[in-house]
């Protein structure tokens, strides 16, 4: 019994799907409410992606028929330093 299972997982391939690179796009610090619309899908930042995605299809033409461009989108603040810091060392 084990040999035909062993002979039918051999003879069903699974379809090969193409990997393609991640496209990372760094929008910088926003403030809340573009966060807030771009996570419902709006707005200005979600137009920036949009605009993204349409170059790099535009940029791969032929090789990026039947592929799906899923962004990575960055949004990152910038962390204020400790006010403390090293205090006892501080003068």
């Known amino acids: ?3 035909t299972v062993a002979d039918q997982t051999s003879t069903q ?5 193409e990997v ?3 496209i990372v796009v760094s929008l910088g610090s926003q403030r809340p409410s573009r966060i807030r619309k771009l996570k419902r899908g709006k707005g200005r930042l979600m137009d920036e992606v949009n605009d993204v995605v349409q170059e790099v ?5 032929e090789q990026a028929a039947d592929k799906v461009f899923v962004p990575v989108v ?3 603040r910038r ?3 400790d006010s403390l ?3 006892p060392f501080r003068m």
Not at 57 to 61: C, F, G, M, T
């Open 1 to 3: 019994m084990s040999e």
């Open 13 to 17: 391939q699974a379809p090969v799907a």
């Open 20 to 22: 393609t690179p991640p």
């Open 57 to 61: 299809q535009s940029s791969l033409r």
């Open 74 to 76: 960055l949004i990152y």
């Open 79 to 81: 962390r204020e330093r």
């Open 85 to 87: 810091g090293l205090w």
